[in-house]
C-alpha cells in the first residue's frame, strides 16, 4: 500500500477484486472493514488513471442495482485473501 502508483493497471485491478471478494466472505468485522478501505484504494487509483470506477460506499447497506452488478462481477474474479487483501 506505500505507492499504488508503481503498480499496473492490471495488477490494481486484480487487488481490487481480491479485496471485494474477501470484504464480503470474511467473518472478521475488522478483516471484513479493512478490505473495503483496501478496495477503495485500490479503486482511487484507478480512477486517477481515468478508469472511472464507481464508489464502493462501506456505509451503503443497500447499493444501487447498477453498482451492486459491478461489485458482484468484480467479486467473481477475484480470489479470497488473494494478493492485495488485508
Known sequence: MDN???LTTETLY???RNALITSCQA???TKSH?????????????NKRGENLP????YQLFPSDSDDDWRS???ELGVYNGTGSF
Open 4 to 6: 499504488l502508483s508503481k
Open 14 to 16: 486484480a487487488y481490487m
Open 27 to 29: 467473518i472478521g468485522h
Open 34 to 46: 479493512m478490505n473495503g478501505v483496501f478496495a477503495n484504494q485500490y479503486r482511487d487509483e484507478l
Open 55 to 58: 464508489t464502493f460506499d462501506l
Open 73 to 75: 462481477a468484480q467479486r
